[in-house]
Each structure stands twice: as structure tokens, then as C-alpha cells.
């Protein structure tokens, strides 16, 4: 159903800003540790969050971890068994609700990709839930400048 009364270019003006494109080479896979890295998309402004690929190699394991707010992770390729025993593979969507403990491990003999949505912030626990570590829209991009700098890779502005 078309609404004459706005075309495409009002709806973007109405909206205030235009959309962002980021061409995919022109920001980097970040290492994150033994077999794991990741290409951050957005940082979402007041620390609301973060968006990115994450990519993991077969046998790597996401610790024990809790997310303040929610989270929706899409398989692209590859396959990761969760803390629960079920296993994800391509094309499979996990919505994990604020407050959600869990851990997982990439499995199969193909790297895995996720494309992760995430609202706040994740916590990393060590024994007796102690918070090891915590994640965020301002570490993630902190993390993702100093990478640029150390490799001299001018840095795409990817704060919404």
C-alpha cells in the first residue's frame, strides 16, 4: 500500500538523519583473545550497547557470562553449542533476555560468525558470579581505536 501524501525523501528528512553506510573493508576483524575476533558495526551512543560480527574458530569457548540487557545473536556460518546443550548452527537466531547467564563453545570444523545485537553490557563471572570483566559500547570502541592506531587504519566513525 502506497501513502501519497510522503515520498522516500520526505521520510528521510522527517527521520533527521540520513543512514550510514560502512563498506565491509573499511573496518577491520579485531583480535579478541586465542581464536576469537570481531568486526565492530555500531557503538550505540550512552553506552546503550554495541553491534558486531564476532568470529570464532572451532573449539573456542565464550566463558561464563551475564548480559545486563538484551541480546539477539543470528548465525551466519558455523555452529556453537550453548551452555544448555543445544547446538546453533547457520541460519539460527538466540534471543537472550537481560539478567541471562550462560557460556558457550564454537563447535563443528568450520569458523563460526555471529552477528550479535547487544543492549548494555556484558559481564564476565568467575567463581561465585564475581564480575571478572565488563564490556561495553565505550570499551568496545576504545578497543577498536587503539587496534586502528597500533595498525595505523584510519578508524571509521561508527558512534551512532
Given at each position: 500500500?502506497?501513502?501519497?501524501?510522503?515520498?522516500?525523501?520526505?521520510?528521510?528528512?522527517?527521520?533527521?538523519?540520513?543512514?550510514?553506510?560502512?563498506?565491509?573493508?573499511?573496518?577491520?576483524?579485531?583480535?579478541g583473545g586465542p581464536g576469537k575476533s570481531a568486526k565492530p558495526l555500531r557503538f550505540l551512543s550512552g553506552d546503550r550497547g554495541f553491534i558486531e560480527l564476532m568470529r570464532?574458530?572451532?573449539?573456542?569457548?565464550?566463558?561464563?557470562?551475564?548480559?545486563?540487557?538484551?541480546?539477539?545473536?543470528?548465525?551466519?556460518?558455523?555452529?556453537?553449542?550453548?551452555?544448555?546443550?543445544?547446538?546453533?548452527?547457520?541460519?539460527?537466531?538466540?534471543?537472550?533476555?537481560?539478567?541471562?547467564?550462560?557460556?558457550?563453545?564454537?563447535?563443528?570444523?568450520?569458523?563460526?560468525?555471529?552477528?550479535?545485537?547487544?543492549?548494555?553490557?556484558?559481564?564476565?563471572?568467575?567463581?561465585?558470579?564475581?564480575?571478572?570483566?565488563?564490556?561495553?559500547?565505550?570499551?568496545?570502541?576504545?578497543?577498536?581505536?587503539?587496534?586502528?592506531?597500533?595498525?595505523?587504519?584510519?578508524?571509521?566513525?561508527?558512534?551512532?
Amino acid at each position: 500500500m502506497n501513502d501519497a501524501r510522503f515520498s522516500i525523501p520526505q521520510l528521510a528528512r522527517s527521520a533527521g538523519q540520513p543512514a550510514r553506510w560502512t563498506p565491509d573493508d573499511a573496518v577491520p576483524w579485531i583480535p579478541g583473545g586465542p581464536g576469537k575476533s570481531a568486526k565492530p558495526l555500531r557503538f550505540l551512543s550512552g553506552d546503550r550497547g554495541f553491534i558486531e560480527l564476532m568470529r570464532l574458530e572451532p573449539g573456542t569457548e565464550i566463558p561464563p557470562h551475564r548480559h545486563t540487557g538484551e541480546v539477539h545473536a543470528y548465525n551466519l556460518e558455523g555452529s556453537r553449542k550453548l551452555s544448555s546443550g543445544e547446538i546453533v548452527g547457520p541460519g539460527d537466531y538466540v534471543f537472550e533476555p537481560a539478567g541471562n547467564v550462560d557460556s558457550w563453545t564454537a563447535v563443528g570444523d568450520e569458523p563460526l560468525t555471529v552477528l550479535v545485537i547487544v543492549m548494555g553490557s556484558v559481564e564476565y563471572l568467575g567463581r561465585g558470579g564475581v564480575v571478572t570483566q565488563r564490556i561495553t559500547a565505550t570499551s568496545q570502541r576504545e578497543a577498536y581505536l587503539r587496534y586502528c592506531s597500533e595498525q595505523a587504519i584510519e578508524p571509521v566513525d561508527l558512534v551512532d
